[in-house]
């Protein structure tokens, strides 16, 4: 079993006094204005998660275009979000520990507006360094929100779970769909990425009152701390850093690729942006269908086996139907991404305490993340290589295949903690 602080460790000191409570507890309510910053914080955060990635995704043709970049920063540049994502995401448990998860999240805000809008300088040296500045922010976030759920919301879990992933779909689904028709009405691709930064202000602006409430709240004396590291010698931490490692491989490989890959297939890039768009508009409804299927008494397994085998099937369909026909794979893949609220709601329920579940989400992300990086990178030198689609699908196949294997394990009854994830469901629907 993984180590947790000792019960007479101080609660996590950092955080606001009455979010502090483990669920259940009979700590006094926060104040209601409290909820609503706390609660539209949180959707103008998940806007913002995926806009900066699948933005630069659906333009990473005109950007190479345009700037003149060869093969190699052709592949690097899409892998620079999961590479970001676990070296700055494993210092998390550490700067969480010393600012509060509040203030680290606040920060973490302020690197992703200034990356993102760094970006929109036309130099292929400004889009490599914004993409590492925003990135890293935004693995800060990616990390933290977990815990920032659970402090503040901890009767309600899974429900804000999925509202955060819900906006989170959103704003990469209209950032796709958008980014296009915008550099095109800008005339530069780097000014429609840089545009995107715009949204990032407004999650730092929105986040902003929650950090002062915390800073105001905030109890002097040392944080709990639980070092993520030694959990992945347990089977918790093991299982859920391979289905993160698996969902992220495979979702970045398509979030970075498939518009692309559909253009140099024949489609237009208008029309590639569409269905990329598509795919991400499928995932929005899929992440809520599925939590609510998770949520029913014994569904969490099947849950996890349809979204893991719609991957399989789409990624095949994408490997032996014509581009005209890509609308398919489109919805398939989109439904197959839904897997990742369900993910978060186990990191958020996994942990015995505040500090467990940074450590936990901070080791399933990171290292997560560092292993994902494969993905994006992998299929960029492929294609550079053998000039074709084939094997880097054939490859993302194999892997969507372990994912249904993991999906298996994780949901069985060894895993430590799974009822814990069939009740955070339970509790998204009030009961």
């Not at 490599?128 to 929100?145: R, T």
């Not at 590291?229 to 690729?257: D, H, M, N, V």
């Not at 196949?397 to 999906?407: H, I, R, Y």
Request: proline share 7%.
């Amino acid at each position: 079993m993984p180590a947790s602080p000792p019960a007479s460790a101080p609660a996590h000191a950092d955080a606001p006094v009455a979010a502090r409570a483990a669920p259940g507890s009979t700590a006094p309510a926060r104040p209601r204005s409290a909820v609503v910053s706390a609660v539209i914080a949180l959707v103008l955060i998940g806007l913002n998660l995926r806009a900066g990635i699948t933005g630069a995704s659906a333009l990473l043709h005109d950007l190479q275009a345009v700037l003149g970049y060869g093969a190699l920063v052709a592949a690097v540049i899409p892998s620079i979000p999961t590479l970001c994502f676990a070296v700055a995401g494993a210092a998390t448990s550490w700067l969480t520990g010393r600012l509060g998860v509040e203030k680290a999240i606040l920060l973490s805000l302020a690197m992703l507006a200034g990356g993102l809008l760094l970006r929109g300088i036309p130099a292929t040296g400004m889009l490599v360094a914004g993409s590492v500045v925003g990135m890293s922010g935004l693995a800060v976030c990616n990390v933290a929100m977990p815990s920032f759920i659970r402090e503040h919301f901890a009767a309600r879990t899974s429900l804000m779970t999925a509202v955060y992933t819900v906006t989170m779909t959103t704003g990469g689904t209209l950032t796709s769909v958008m980014v296009v028709p915008l550099a095109q009405a800008l005339g530069s691709p780097s000014a429609a990425v840089g545009a995107v930064g715009i949204a990032a202000v407004a999650a730092f602006l929105g986040f902003l009152p929650v950090a002062l409430q915390a800073h105001r709240s905030t109890v002097p004396g040392p944080s709990a701390h639980v070092s993520p590291w030694p959990l992945l010698r347990s089977r918790k931490g093991q299982l859920l850093t391979a289905i993160f490692t698996l969902q992220a491989l495979l979702a970045y490989a398509l979030l970075s690729w498939f518009p692309y890959m559909l253009t140099t297939m024949g489609m237009e890039a208008s029309a590639s942006g569409l269905m990329f768009g598509l795919m991400q508009l499928v995932s929005v409804p899929a992440g809520m269908v599925l939590i609510a299927i998770g949520a029913r008494p014994g569904m969490l397994r099947p849950a996890f086996y349809l979204v893991s085998i719609t991957m399989v099937l789409g990624i095949a369909a994408l490997l032996a139907l014509p581009v005209a026909l890509a609308a398919i794979p489109a919805v398939l893949l989109g439904f197959g991404l839904g897997i990742f609220p369900l993910v978060m709601v186990m990191i958020s329920r996994s942990g015995t305490s505040t500090a467990e579940t940074t450590a936990l989400s901070t080791l399933a992300q990171s290292s997560g993340y560092l292993l994902a990086t494969a993905g994006p990178f992998g299929m960029g030198l492929l294609h550079s290589a053998t000039g074709g689609w084939a094997l880097p699908l054939v490859l993302l196949l194999v892997l969507s295949l372990a994912q249904v294997v993991v999906s298996h394990l994780i949901t069985g009854p060894l895993m430590p903690g799974r009822s814990a994830g069939a009740a955070a469901g339970r509790t998204a629907k009030g009961k």
